[in-house]
């Protein structure tokens, strides 16, 4: 499995942007994937979490209401709309698959594979 993101950029606060994860290798039957982020200094931290084909999610508390994860089968991809964006948003945002967190529980990066190089995303005015 491998996953390879886009979609970051510099972002006004309360700006949106959408960020894509094309996972390869996978079946989404199989796999849940995850959106994580990380900042210099601090440990990579889940935010969010799709598994397709119960059709479980997850968001951390940080983001819900204000990210909305998806899913395109056919595409194998998975995308991340982020709106409302702030400040504390500016991260490295990286996107991962998991087979263990079949139901998205946010157990976290640690049962998660493929990662992909990351997308920043900077919210500053």
């Known amino acids: 499995a491998q996953f390879e993101e886009s979609g970051g950029g510099l972002v006004q606060p309360g700006g949106s942007l959408r960020l894509s994860c094309i996972g390869s290798?996978?079946?989404?039957?199989?796999?849940?994937v995850g959106w994580f982020r990380q900042v210099p200094g601090k440990e990579r931290e889940q935010i969010s979490c799709i598994s397709p084909k119960p059709g479980d999610t997850f968001y951390r508390n940080s983001v819900r209401g204000r990210f909305t994860i998806s899913a395109d089968t056919a595409k194998n991809t998975v995308y991340l709309e982020m709106n409302n964006l702030k400040p504390d948003d500016t991260a490295d945002y990286y996107c991962?698959?998991?087979?263990?967190?079949?139901?998205?529980?946010?157990?976290?990066?640690?049962?998660?594979?493929?990662w992909g190089q990351g997308t920043q995303v900077t919210v500053s005015s």
């Open positions: 290798g996978i079946s989404f039957d199989d796999y849940a």
């Open positions: 991962a698959g998991s087979r263990l967190d079949w139901h998205c529980s946010g157990y976290g990066p640690k049962i998660y594979t493929g």
